[in-house]
């Protein structure tokens, strides 16, 4: 039982530092990746698989186009469908024998919701400069400060949280399952595992781009991202 | 009955306690954003795609209260960092 909510079981020591599973399994999906990039990269001829993630890129690009400007959605595509990309594989990796997703760590997960908290700012401070990133804060009037700060935290441990609680719950559940009632019966869950897993993807990254989205150009975005009265 | 029994059915209690309440409420809550959803759905069909992730992004919102109610559950049950002045 302490095995399964305590994610970081160490598999190696490189010196010091303990390697836990989370860490291998992520690099393992980013060496993916980049074997996935490399092989489209050097063959010249178009194939099957380059069709397929040429749609897939140009859906993500066509989701961001929804909610951002245009002029900045190039900007923000590569951050946000890797991002999407990753976060999807890294649930469904947990979904093979032997393996954990790695998003049911809170580590990696947080590290996830720093990196998109580092971002609203690289591209805030890119788009309208120090100035004008930094007075927004100030917005309405200066009291509000404080609650633009927290807010600005709390989102970010809340994005981690989210995350990783969905993952870990469902991967929880299956084994809860599987002590009480064995072979073959948690499938059921593990195909909601499927559904979860998809949909904490998609809501991960989605916040990511309405966090960016809220950082470029407050005038031009919100009315995008909010319904028309 | 010494203290340690006492203590792990009071954690186990509390903890069924905040799962109970903390699916609940946001189920409530949840139940209200995608009846309103439906009825704006309903009114302007062509607004689906800017309601659908509108909806989406606010039951995610709402959802993770839950998500914070279960891992303070689980915390409880598993990793209560207040056993240790018992097993002291």
Redesign the interface.
Known sequence: ??NA?SAADTVFQLGPLPISNTVVTTWGVILGFVVLVLLLRFSRQPSSLRNLLEAVVVAIEGAIA??LPAASVRRVLPFVASLWLFVLVANLVGLIPELHAPTRDLSATAALAVLVFGSTHWFGIRDRGWRKHFRHYAEPSIILLPFHIISEFTRTL?LA??L???IM?LE?AALLVLLIAGFLVPVPLLMLHVIEAVVQA??FG??AL?YIAGALEPAESDTSA???E | MNDIHLFSMISTGVAGLVIALGTMLPALAMGKAIAAALE?LARQPE?E???T??L??GL??I??LA??C??VA?IVL??NPLLEYFLK
Do not use: D, Q
Request: glycine share 2%.
């Open positions: 039982m302490n909510e929804e909610v809340a949280i989210r990783f609680g969905n719950s929880m998609y809501i989605m916040l309405i909010m319904p028309e | 704006a607004a795609k800017t309601i992730r509108t989406f992004i995610a919102m959802e993770s998500i914070y279960l891992v689980l598993f990793r």
